[in-house]
């Protein structure tokens, strides 16, 4: 079974440019799951998808962060315009259990905006 | 208030040796406990979970929740250097699907 993929694996912008991240999940997960760790920082929840709707968005840190599954496959989250707060590491996991059990997470993403 | 601490500084035990790391939550109501161990540049990878008070065993690991204390806590036993990682303790903290992530212990195996 592949696991889940993001890519691409590291991005270097500039500040104001904007960034496209996407995730893989497991085939038949219907639970994806966006999560940050900014350096120093615990990780944190983004957002929670159940097929292609938005189950919970309450982690996402202002309208500049967008997040879509369209079709329920792949997800992707975009960054419009970035910031130098913005960097860190971008992790998806998905699940088919819920209440927090069975997540397998990708190997992330590590975004650098500068 | 974090939801998740995890307090203690990166923890240095020789081989053979039993690690232990600790969590505590601030929401009375979680009902999942999960530890995560992840090692540099990797994904985190659920080693144990926990729902019920008192001790889980699996392997060398061994997890204990205490919902009265609101602690739970992970030991490794017989540490290899195959388990110097971080360790990160989440909490399933609302009852939704979201987990609540302490900031990670490290944990190094001097062999």
């Known amino acids: 079974e592949a696991g889940v993929t993001q890519f691409p694996s590291h991005s270097v912008i500039e500040k104001g440019q904007t960034v496209t991240l996407r995730c893989d999940p497991i085939?038949?997960?219907?639970?994806l799951y966006w999560y940050r760790r900014v350096m120093g920082k615990e990780i944190k929840f983004l957002l929670h998808f159940v097929k292609e709707s938005k189950q919970d968005e309450s982690g996402m840190p202002n309208n500049r962060f967008l997040a879509e599954r369209t079709g329920g496959t792949y997800s992707t989250l975009k960054v419009q315009p970035a910031e130098l707060e913005d960097s860190g590491v971008y992790f998806c996991?998905?699940?088919?259990?819920?209440?927090?059990?069975?997540?397998?997470f990708g190997s992330g993403t590590r975004l650098t905006v500068v | 208030q974090k939801e998740v601490e995890q307090n203690s500084g990166p923890l240095s035990v020789p081989e053979g040796a039993i690690a232990s790391l600790n969590c505590t939550y601030s929401d009375r109501g979680s009902q999942s406990f999960f530890w995560y161990r992840q090692y540099s540049g990797k994904s985190p990878e659920l080693i144990m979970f926990?729902?019920?008070?008192g001790d889980k065993e699996d392997g060398r690991f061994t997890a204990q929740l205490n919902k009265a204390s609101q602690y739970v806590s992970l030991l490794i036993r017989d540490s290899q250097p195959s388990d110097s990682a971080t360790y990160l303790c989440a909490v399933n903290a609302d009852g939704n699907n979201r987990l609540a992530f302490g900031k990670g212990n490290q944990v190094v195996v001097i062999p």
């Open positions: 926990i729902y019920s008070n």
């Open positions: 996991a998905s699940s088919q259990a819920t209440g927090g059990y069975g997540y397998t």
């Open positions: 085939s038949g997960h219907d639970n």
